[in-house]
């Protein structure tokens, strides 16, 4: 890839399940369709997929407990036994903690049976489908981030990928690689949750006019090795309740994924108004839990990790289409609540697309009135049926799990209606939804919690175990536009990106001489959940691609 400027007939943007699997999908389609004698003219079958992380899976973690039919539907070829999946769910179990004890709910709630599902390692998954995409010719280039739109005309063309060995300030080093310009008929975003570049182009093309803001929640993850017998395999246990406050959306997971090996983790809504709210330090204070100690207390941590999850649901999809490029997985916020699954309907929607494209090119029309079959395939799928029932799901719960409950059993009733009028429940982005520093009361989250040796982990420990590394010369890919919005919001909010951020990106310092509080970068710790993109109360933080192979390296997370 030493040329300024490539070119391919399918780009697909990110290395996750959703952008592997539109790259085995058509590449199946048009084998077939090529193979056949009847068709004289053929349709075209190059196929380049570039991955940011330095290796396909690096940068892809979930849970992850996943409904298996969506690889039987991609890969009918493939018997299920050889999946790499590390074990079917045997225990489901829902629990409500409190500070020192906890309650098994005696039924399972609505649309949270894992009945069917597995147990799996994502990054472990997506190398293995790569594997499979590549022996169906599909090129696959990772180590190269996609920094930029490229667009003629008001249409998607390419993508341009970013410069390597520049300094700090921009200018060019001895090492100094220019971009890559690729260009492609149809462009696949896949780059999962808040892609920088999938950002922008719903910005430009005003793809998200009409819809729900999307909203997120933000997952912390963590692998443990245990003693044999501390924790089931197969077995999964969600919690409820502490650390939370009753105003607080979230909740525990731990997944038992086989003998010795178990995935503990917490997950919190990105609207939660304590601008001192912490979830990697709800994950530590949830670790103490009596439930939760008695499983790690031998063990010890292998990994970490963090990532956001869009959970806007049906009404918060953008336009998943425009003139030759259409949008997928994550990037489009193909996720089921209360669930909390996303990795089968990645691949789902990447199958959508990847007949919508087969159909571009048969009519040789790659236009955005062409592609609108994609939104027209996923309102007939079986997707589309699975997201509407809970599709104000999320919306339900923004005030407090009182009323979020009472919402959610209204929408059992009415087809998810709930208790809204107009059938669509709203709510503001999640950055929106801070009390200010001068209206809490009582303690910061998490202060006077103690740590315990063995079993908790700060932030700068946790880095070490998500495998993060950036050339620290490079420029910052986490960028604030403005000092002076930084200072009001560190008077205001109390500088909540020190505690948002999982990855201790994010310092509030203190001059010695003056006093005053300023924000320091630390952007080589960035595990690239992009909460700070989503979060920061101003809108004063830009999150971008730094250069390829940069960041965690998650392998089996």
């Known amino acids: 890839m030493d040329n300024s400027i490539i070119e391919t007939d399918i780009l697909i943007v990110g290395g996750g399940s959703a952008g592997i699997a539109f790259a085995i999908h058509y590449a199946d389609l048009v084998r077939r369709y090529n193979e056949d004698p009847s068709h004289t003219v053929k349709l075209p079958d190059q196929i380049m997929l570039l991955e940011k992380g330095g290796a396909i899976g690096h940068h892809s973690l979930s849970g992850a407990v996943i409904n298996p ?3 039987r539907e991609l890969l009918p070829d493939v018997e299920p036994k050889d999946y790499p999946l590390e074990s079917p769910v045997t225990i489901d179990e829902t629990m409500f903690f409190t500070k020192t004890g906890s309650i098994k709910l005696p039924f399972e709630p609505p649309y949270m049976g894992n009945k069917g599902n597995s147990l799996v390692m994502l990054g472990k998954l997506v190398r293995w489908m ?16 996609a920094h930029e739109l490229v667009f003629e005309n008001n249409k998607l063309v390419g993508i341009r990928t970013g410069a390597t060995g520049v300094d700090h300030h921009g ?17 696949i975003m896949a780059e999962g949750t808040r892609g920088s570049l999938t950002r922008e182009l719903i910005k430009t093309l005003d793809l998200a006019k009409g819809r729900n803001p999307q909203i997120y929640s933000l997952g912390v993850k963590e692998l443990w090795e245990i003693p044999e017998g501390a924790f089931e395999k197969g077995r999964v246990v969600h919690s409820l309740g502490y650390p939370l406050k009753f105003d607080q959306f979230g909740g525990g997971f731990i997944y038992g994924l086989s003998k010795t090996l178990v995935a503990v983790g917490y997950v919190a809504g990105l609207d939660i108004k304590d601008p001192t709210f912490d979830t990697h330090r709800a ?3 949830y670790k103490k839990h009596p439930f939760v100690r008695a499983i790690l207390q031998k063990g010890k941590i292998v990994r970490y990790g963090a990532k956001t999850i869009p959970e806007g649901g049906l009404f918060a999809l953008p336009q998943l289409y425009h003139d030759h490029v259409m949008i997928v997985g994550d990037a489009a916020g193909f996720l089921a609540m209360p669930s909390l699954k996303g990795v089968h309907l990645g691949i789902r929607s990447a199958m959508l697309a990847a007949q919508a494209a087969v159909e571009a090119f048969k009519n040789k029309d790659t236009s955005k009135e062409q592609l609108s079959l994609y939104e027209k395939l996923f309102q007939a799928s079986s997707l589309y049926k699975e997201l509407y029932p809970v599709r104000n799901f999320r919306q339900a719960f923004k005030n407090n799990l009182f009323f979020g409950a009472m919402q959610f059993g209204t929408q059992l009733v009415t087809m998810g209606r709930g208790l809204s009028l107009g059938g669509r429940l709203t709510m503001g982005e999640d950055r929106t939804h801070y009390n200010r520093l001068s209206e809490c009361k009582g303690k910061a989250f998490g202060e006077g919690e103690s740590f315990i040796k063995d079993l908790n982990s700060d932030k700068e420990t946790s880095i070490f175990f998500s495998g993060t590394k950036h050339d620290e010369a490079q420029p910052s890919h986490i960028r604030v536009p403005s ?3 930084c200072e009001e919001c560190i008077q205001v909010y109390g500088g909540p990106c020190q505690h948002f951020c999982p990855a201790q990106v ?8 003056t006093g005053k509080k300023g924000l320091k970068l630390h952007p080589s710790n960035c595990v690239h959940c992009k909460t700070c993109d989503i979060k920061d109360p101003y809108s004063n933080v830009i999150w971008e691609t730094p250069y390829g192979g940069d960041g965690p390296e998650y392998e089996n997370m």
């Open 506 to 513: 994010f310092e509030i310092s203190v001059d010695s001489k």
């Open 283 to 285: 994950l530590q204070i």
């Open 69 to 71: 039919v969506a690889l």
């Open 130 to 145: 790569a594997e499979i995409a590549e022996k169906k010719g599909v090129q696959i280039f990772p180590g190269f981030s």
């Open 171 to 187: 200018k060019p080093m001895p090492n100094y690689q220019p971009p890559t310009e690729v260009r492609a008929k149809i462009i």
């Open 483 to 485: 000092s002076l919005v």
